[in-house]
Each structure stands twice: as structure tokens, then as C-alpha cells.
């Protein structure tokens, strides 16, 4: 590994008390440690400020940043304004990587340091991640099931380049999809692994960070239809859920949230380049498999892809 692995961390939070000591212990027991870890404070109003600042006073790469009680945990949008408030305090000029982490992880020791590797091994991979597992009411410990073509969202590993071109998050629901379609339409490789150094462990199932596991699925689906999801491609995705837990009811709470926004005529991203891509990759790896589908559009991007190509702006994205 070469010298040009210097990586910042950005870790929005909220009331993470019950679960942050994890996270903020695997992160200082990296052997490749953050050049600077900013945690926004999103009005916690547990005893997560005063673990934060606990950590902050032994460790100097830990900047925390308060931002005032909005009175409610909002996911999504709220969020990523969250990273935001962390990002804008920082010149992201002065370091060769960025990662958006949650603070409900448990990350083993050679994390940073396996994705470093990776991405330097291969200049073409612009956002990467480990896999999520999470402790069954069993104990027994399960994977996620996330795919291989995009980061997880509760870990994005980004080069830097990579995410100035993509124009960074959209702040809405289904902004960890978004981001990965905008790296395979520029050229880059999104992708995520499942290897020993790279398994971290969820504290909390993924999309039950709000209210329920249900709202989450729902949300889900809503997320799916704002991003530009296809009603096909959709219905066979919460059939897929629906042998995740929870059982049945996971996959339909999916398909209900993606339906009752058709219905309602809810705000789609208005971007009709992007949601004509995902539709064309949706139906291929429906008809193909999303493994060999995702390694065709990875040789395709071979062609345009262009790192110094200038950063996207998030009112160009909005257009």
C-alpha cells in the first residue's frame, strides 16, 4: 500500500448511546487509522454527547460537531444533512478518501486498512464496502443480503474523486441506491464484499432505525419509487424479501410503500437520464442476473470512464 491512503470519516448520529461505544471502539482499534473522524451530534438527547466528548478528549483525530434537537429521528434526508453538517466543516482536498459511517457498527481491526488495498489495487473502484451482519434473536449471526453492486449504506467508502463527480448524496430516501447508479453510469465500479476482514456486524437490522422494522420496509419502498424503480422489477424485489425476516410481511410492507406512492403521485427524482439507466439495468438483471448484468455494465464504463472529469453539483442533480 503506498502512502496516498489518508481517509476521513464522516458518522451522522442521533440518540446512539446504547450502541456507539462499539463503534467508536473498533474504529480506534483500526490498523489503519482516519486522518479525522467528524460525528455530527443530531440533537441526541441520551448520554451520546457526553460519550462523544469522552472519546474526543483521548483521541485527536475526533472532531464533534452539535447540531440543535429537531425534536425527532429522521432518517434519510435528515441523514444525509447530518453528513452535511460534518462535511462542511472539513476541505475534502486534504484527503485521498471519504466514508459516510453509521455509529451501530462493529468493525473488525483490518477494515480500513482491506479497503485501502482494494481500492488502490483497482483505480476504477469508486465506492466499496464490507458486508453487514446482524445477531438474530437466536444469536445466531446473519447476514443482510446486501448486493455486491453498491457500497452498504451504513459503511460508503468513497474515493474522492469519485464522489465530487457524482455531485456527493442526494438528500432524500434512497440516497445509498442513488449514489451507486450514478458511479456505473460515469464508468466507476460500486461494489461491496464478504470476507473475514470485512464482515461488520449492525447493531440494529437494517431499516429499523425509526420506528419498526415494518415503517422501515415501507420507507424502503417508498425510496424504490423516488429513485425510479420499475413496478416489475419492484414486485420481484419484496417477493425476494418476503423469504427475509421478517417473514411474508417484510417484502409485502415493501411493495405496499412502493404501490401507495404510485398512488399518491409522490415526488420522484426528477432526473430522466438516470431513471431510463436503472430501468435498462433493472430489466437486465432480471432477465440476466444482477451478477453478470453488474459485470457487463463494469466492462461498458471501461470506455467512459474519466476520474478527472469535474465534480457534479447537487443543484445539477436536482435538475
Known sequence: MNDKNSYLIISPCRN????????????????????????????????????LKEYADKHEFIKVVSKENRGHRSVGPGVIDAFYAGYDTVDLNQFDF?????????????????????????????????????????????????????????????????????????????????????????????CSWDDDDLRFIHLRPMGSSQKGIITGRMRHGYGQYFMGTGPVYMTASALYRMTRSPLIIGGLAMWWGYTKSVLAGEERLEDPAFRAFIRRYQWSCLLRGKKKTTASYHQQGASIWDPTCPEVTQATINQ
Open 16 to 51: 446512539e448511546a446504547q450502541h456507539m461505544r462499539q463503534t467508536l471502539d473498533s474504529v480506534v482499534k483500526q490498523t489503519v487509522l482516519p486522518s479525522l473522524w467528524v460525528i455530527v451530534d443530531d440533537g441526541s438527547t441520551d448520554q451520546t454527547p457526553c460519550i
Open 98 to 190: 471519504l466514508c459516510k459511517l453509521d455509529l451501530d457498527l462493529d468493525l473488525p481491526e483490518k477494515y480500513f486498512e482491506t479497503l485501502l488495498k482494494r481500492m488502490q489495487e483497482n483505480p476504477r473502484i469508486g465506492t466499496c464496502s464490507g458486508k453487514a451482519y446482524y445477531l438474530d434473536k437466536n444469536g445466531n449471526l446473519t447476514s443482510e443480503k446486501c448486493g455486491d453492486e453498491n457500497a452498504v449504506g451504513a459503511s460508503k467508502f468513497y474515493r474522492k474523486e469519485c464522489f465530487l463527480q457524482i455531485g456527493g448524496f442526494i438528500r432524500q430516501v434512497m440516497w445509498d441506491g442513488i449514489d451507486g447508479h450514478r458511479c456505473r453510469m460515469l464508468g466507476w465500479i460500486a
